[in-house]
């Protein structure tokens, strides 16, 4: 069993930054794929990054450039840098966890935030 725990999301006006992490419990928190969706409202959940348990890291192109995905297994915590943010970037952001990094990135993870909101003013 895993359970995520999401922090850092708030009110930034356009242009600004944040950095979202996501506290994952267990003791195998370095075999799983890690990886970040977003859902606006009215609008359906949409995939925005994934890390593979190797490090490899996979962007939607929309915020390619702008997000960075990173892992530290040693605090089994999964960071989303977000830069330049737009305000369609407003959302809840939800953290997930999978043991495939595929299964993770079609939205079918096992494992899942309760979200964080993410607000960007314009």
């Known amino acids: 069993q895993v359970q995520l725990v999401e922090s850092g999301g708030g009110l930034v006006q356009a242009g600004g930054s944040l950095r979202l992490s996501c506290a994952a419990s267990g003791r195998t928190f370095s075999s799983y794929a890690m990886g970040w969706f977003r859902q606006a409202p009215g609008k359906e959940r949409e995939f925005v990054s994934a890390?593979?348990?190797?490090?490899?890291?996979t962007v939607y192109a929309a915020v390619k450039g702008r997000f960075t995905i990173s892992r530290d297994n040693g605090k089994n915590t999964v960071y989303l840098q977000m830069n330049s943010l737009k305000p369609e970037d407003t959302a809840v952001y939800y953290c997930?966890?999978?043991?495939?990094?595929?299964?993770?990135?079609?939205?079918?993870?096992?494992?899942w935030g309760q979200g964080t909101q993410v607000t960007v003013s314009s």
């Open positions: 890390i593979s348990w190797r490090g490899i890291s």
């Open positions: 997930t966890a999978d043991t495939s990094t595929r299964v993770l990135v079609n939205g079918t993870g096992n494992y």
